[in-house]
Every structure is written in C-alpha cells, then in structure tokens.
C-alpha cells in the first residue's frame, strides 16, 4: 500500500533519532542522503508522475547538497 511505502520510508531515515546513532551511522546516513541528491533518486520517478510539485528543484536540491555535504565533514571530524 502506499501507507506502508511511505512508512518505510520514513524509518529508513528518522530524523529525531539522528543525532541518537552512533557516529559512524549517523555518517553512513548522510552519505545515503549525498548518494540520492547525486544520483537525483529522491524522490522516485513513480512519486514525481503521481506528485509533480514533489519534484526537488535543482536549488533545493544545491542546498540540500550543501547541507549534506556541512554535515558530513562535522561528524568525520568528531570520529576518532
């Protein structure tokens, strides 16, 4: 169902319990996040059809990036 994609969704990447993972999760998770704005995966073709206006613009997309990308390098520097 499309409830239950969608929740699956949403358990892959729980952003209250972000800050709660371990370091090396955390970093793992925003490398999943730089991977999708790379490849343009986010959201799915099938999403877009359906949703159109949920098409991420390529600004947002830049930001999202750029976000991805802040993040990553602050949780390398606190790994050990």
Do not use: F
């Given at each position: ?10 358990n ?33 073709k ?35």
């Open positions: 169902s499309p409830e239950g994609r969608s929740q699956k969704a949403k892959k990447l729980n952003w209250d319990e972000l800050t709660t993972l371990d370091m090396a999760t955390q970093l793992q998770k925003v490398e999943a996040i730089q991977k999708v704005l790379r490849e343009g995966t986010m959201p799915p099938g999403m877009i059809e359906r949703n159109p206006d949920m098409k991420i613009s390529d600004e947002e997309s830049a930001k999202l990036e750029k976000w991805a990308n802040k993040l990553h390098r602050k949780i390398s520097r606190k790994m050990p």
